[in-house]
C-alpha cells in the first residue's frame, strides 16, 4: 500500500511540475490589482472585473511600500489615497490608519552565521620542470592528492565557481578541460578567450561559456559533448537573469536582442533589436525598450506587451508591474493584462 501511494505521490509531483510557464505566471499574479479609470482608482481581479469600486485618487499594489513612507504595509494590505488622506486598506476595501512603524511582516532569519574557516584541501596550479602547468589539489604546501591535470598547458586557471574544471591554454589559445577525465574539454582550446557564463550550476546541468575570437563574441556549451551555441560575432554577451539558456548579446551595430535556448536548439527574439533588455527580478519575464518606448518578452523571445510604455518599474512578487502610458500611470500583471482606461 505505501508503494501505491508513492507511485501516486511522485506522479502528482511530475505533473506540478510540468505546468507551463505561463499558467505559473497567472498563478503568481496578486489577487486584487489597482485599476484605473480616467482619474479614478479601484481594484479588480485577474479579469478586470471591478471588485472595489474607483473611488481613490491613487493606489498601489498589496503589499507595496509608497517611496514617501518608511512604513511598509502588512501583505495583506494596500496604499490608497483619497484628497489629500491616506490609509491602509484590506482586500474587502475596508480602510485603516497608517500607524508609523506598524510594519508586522516577518523580517527572516539571518542568512548565515560566522564560522570557523574552511581548512579543506583547494585547487592549485603547478608548473613541472619544462615550464608546462597543470593542477593538484593541495593543503596548505603539502599535496595531499594524486596530479589531477597533468603539466602539458602554457596556462592553467582556476575557476572559484567551478572545482571540477579549468580554464587551459595550449598555442595561445583557451578552453576548458575536465579535471575528472583526462584530455576531455569542455570547451575546445581554440578561442582567444574564454568567461564561465553562470555563477552556480549544479551536476548534470548544461555548463554556458562566452567565448571570444578576435573582438567578437559567441556561445559555447557542455552536454555530454562540447558544443557551439553561436559562433563569435556580437560585441557582448551577458546572461540575462536566472533562466538557463536566455542571453542578452550586444550587436556591432548597435542594439540588443535576446537569444532563447532549449533542447529543440535556439532562437533569437523576433522583434528585436532592441535599444535595451533589462531582466525582471521574478517570473522569467524581461522589459524591452523600442523607439524610445517600454514592452515586455518572455524568455522564449515572445512579446508580452507592445512597446508603447513611456516607463515602467519592476514586476513586484506578485506578479503586478508599474508603467507610465500617456502620462498616466497603471498597472500591468504576468500575462500582460493591463489595469488601466483613459
Same mark, same amino acid.
Given at each position: /500500500? ?80 483619497? &484628497? ?28 548565515? /552565521? ?44 582556476? /575557476?572559484?565557481?567551478? /572545482? ?171 500575462? &500582460? ?6
Amino acid at each position: /500500500m505505501k508503494t501505491v501511494y508513492s507511485r501516486v505521490l511522485c506522479f502528482f509531483i511530475c505533473i506540478v511540475s510540468f505546468v507551463p510557464v505561463k499558467a505559473q505566471r497567472e498563478g503568481w499574479s496578486a489577487d486584487l490589482i489597482p485599476c484605473r479609470k480616467g482619474v479614478k482608482w479601484g481594484f479588480a481581479d485577474n479579469k478586470k472585473k471591478l471588485i472595489i469600486p474607483l473611488k481613490f485618487d491613487d493606489a498601489m499594489p498589496f503589499g507595496e511600500q509608497p517611496p514617501h513612507l518608511d512604513v511598509r504595509p502588512r501583505a495583506e494590505h494596500a496604499w490608497v489615497r483619497i &484628497g489629500k488622506k491616506e490609509y491602509w486598506m484590506d482586500a474587502k476595501g475596508r480602510l485603516l490608519k497608517i500607524v508609523p512603524n506598524d510594519n508586522m511582516e516577518d523580517p527572516g532569519l539571518v542568512a548565515g /552565521m560566522l564560522g570557523e574557516e574552511d581548512d579543506a584541501a583547494v585547487l592549485r596550479p603547478y608548473t613541472a620542470a619544462g615550464g608546462l602547468k597543470g593542477v593538484v589539489r593541495r593543503k596548505g604546501r603539502v599535496v595531499v592528492t594524486d596530479t589531477l591535470l597533468k603539466a602539458a598547458f602554457e596556462d592553467v586557471e582556476i /575557476m572559484p565557481d567551478d /572545482m571540477e574544471n579549468v580554464r587551459v591554454k595550449m598555442k595561445g589559445k583557451w578552453g576548458v578541460a575536465s579535471l575528472e577525465q583526462e584530455e576531455f574539454y569542455l570547451v575546445q582550446p581554440v578561442y582567444d578567450e574564454v568567461q564561465r557564463l553562470k555563477k552556480k550550476q549544479y551536476e548534470g546541468s548544461m555548463r554556458f561559456y562566452k567565448v571570444r575570437k578576435g573582438n567578437q563574441w559567441g556561445i559555447a556549451y557542455y552536454l555530454r559533448e562540447a558544443k557551439v551555441l553561436v559562433e563569435p560575432q556580437y560585441k557582448s554577451i551577458q546572461l540575462a537573469g536566472s533562466s538557463d539558456g536566455a542571453f542578452r548579446v550586444e550587436h556591432e551595430e548597435g542594439g540588443f536582442d535576446l537569444i532563447a535556448h532549449s533542447i529543440y536548439g535556439y532562437k533569437i527574439t523576433k522583434q528585436g533589436p532592441y535599444e535595451e533588455i533589462e531582466t525582471q527580478p521574478v517570473l522569467g519575464l524581461f522589459a524591452v525598450k523600442k523607439n524610445g518606448r517600454w514592452g515586455f518578452i518572455d524568455g522564449e523571445g515572445n512579446t508580452l506587451t507592445p512597446c508603447i510604455f513611456e516607463n515602467k518599474k519592476q514586476f513586484s512578487r506578485e506578479g503586478v508591474c508599474e508603467v507610465t502610458y500617456k502620462g498616466r500611470k497603471g498597472y500591468i500583471n504576468s500575462v &500582460g493584462t493591463e489595469f488601466f482606461e483613459d
